[in-house]
């Protein structure tokens, strides 16, 4: 790895890139150093050239972008000597011996205009489909369906899968298209995230509900 100038800010990026959300707000970081030549940004974890952080010890990186907040993060950081961490979606440890931040995607924002979109068109009844691991995340964009829903003298009802041991993708199925089916109808449908939009549909057609005459189906991140 080559060191940049001396007078360069070095910035390590550990993005999830097999998430579009992650690619996009990659490209931004990337942007950002093309247009400022006092900053570089390298990349490293998968799906980039650098899978493993040890490649970067000797190139001594001044700040490190991150999504996850656990200590091994914590150690990794520490181990690299950056002085500077910015956590995105994730909440900056306590007492990080390095100056830190967090950024978030407004989650109550995408909800309320989930429930602007429904509303628009002509929908009394909302719902929402929750992940299976029960994110933060996914919890206040429930939470804020909810609150909308409650405002606007709509309907709302939430689904969430049951945690029977191990994991039954044709039950999880079989549940969800069972829920959907007693859903009132014309409703909208507003998923955690595109996975589990694709998930929405597949059970909609196991239950022979019509998308989108019967069921409105809307997801989040942009996913291919």
């Known amino acids: 790895m080559k060191n940049a100038a001396p007078d360069t800010i070095r910035i390590l990026a550990h993005l999830k890139a097999e998430l579009k959300a992650s690619r996009d707000l990659t490209g931004g970081v990337l942007h950002y150093a093309a247009i400022h030549p006092d900053v570089t940004v390298q990349l490293f974890g998968a799906g980039t050239a650098h899978p493993h952080h040890e490649d970067f010890h000797a190139w ?9 907040n656990d200590d091994r993060t914590v150690d990794l950081i520490k181990s690299l000597g950056c002085g500077a961490a910015l956590f995105v979606n994730a909440e900056a440890p306590a007492a990080a011996p390095f100056r830190c931040a967090s950024v978030f ?4 924002a995408v909800a309320e205009a989930a429930a602007r979109l429904f509303v628009d068109k002509g929908l009394k009844h909302f719902a929402f489909v929750q992940t299976l691991e029960r994110e933060q995340w996914a919890e206040e964009r429930s939470r804020t369906m909810r609150e909308c829903a409650s405002r606007l003298g709509c309907s709302f009802s939430a689904f969430d899968t049951p945690r029977t041991g191990q994991r039954d993708l044709r039950r999880e199925l079989s549940l969800l298209a069972a829920w959907i089916a007693a859903l009132p109808k014309p409703c909208g449908i507003l998923a955690a995230n595109d996975s589990r ?9 196991e239950a022979s509900v019509a998308i989108p005459e019967q069921v409105m189906v809307l997801g989040v991140d942009n996913e291919d």
């Open 197 to 205: 939009a694709k998930y929405v549909v597949d059970a909609c057609r």
């Open 105 to 108: 995607c407004d989650n109550k």
């Open 60 to 68: 001594k990186p001044d700040g490190i972008i991150v999504s996850t």
